[in-house]
């Protein structure tokens, strides 16, 4: 078994740390700081395409702070795991370069990539995030693996630059990423950060047409700002997902 894999002390530091987990995404949820400030009612021009002139991000290339690093930091470093206190077995997932110093990560080879390994383990003791955290999407282990056999670069690019096209949002094609990239990794499972799961359409919904998830996710005053600890979401993607909320949050 690769290093990565816990040796049996490290399943009973494991356990240890889900005391400590019950804290990593404890917050507010999306529930506004107070009740009488406004949700926020403006609105998404279909079709806007305004951009911020920057280098445009390539469809084709995974880049890790945008893609990569959101999923990570989700659902691999939070306390009692491999955040930069706990640092389980020696893995901190915090940056592009803690993940290539600690993360065991060979580009342009997933067989030597424990990373990508730990993520598609059959015997669910064995599986990266551990149980009872669900396992990463096979589109978000998919993006990881593409990401190493691209070269595993920390390449960047503009998320706001160019062309940002909000007409005809999908929640399956365009909004349940965004969601599964940046939420879920609190608001997801048997006990979701301040009680709201996000893994599914009804439970995205629900707070979209509150308006707390647009509330949360624009830093609106008066809302905590979501995701919560990391930074904001690309302009492009907010707008996307105000597009779906005025279409009427379809579920397409």
Known sequence: MKEMRLSNYWILLFFAGNILLSFSCKHNGLDPLDDDDPIGNDTIPDGDTTGTGGVPCDPSVVYFDLQILPILQSRCAFSGCHNEASAANGVILTSY???MQTGDVTPFNLDESDLYEVLIEDDVEDRMPRSPNPALSQDQIN???TW???GAQNLTCDANAG???TQNMSFATNIRPIIQNNCQGCHSGTAPSGGINLSTY???AAVATNGRLY???ARQPGFVAMPFGGN???QCSIDKIKAWIDAGVPNN
């Open 202 to 204: 009804n439970g995205v």
């Open 215 to 217: 509330g949360a996710i």
């Open 143 to 145: 993006l990881i693996a």
């Open 148 to 150: 190493i056999l691209q």
């Open 163 to 165: 062309q940002c096209d």
């Open 232 to 234: 904001q979401l690309p």
């Open 97 to 99: 370069q803690k993940v």
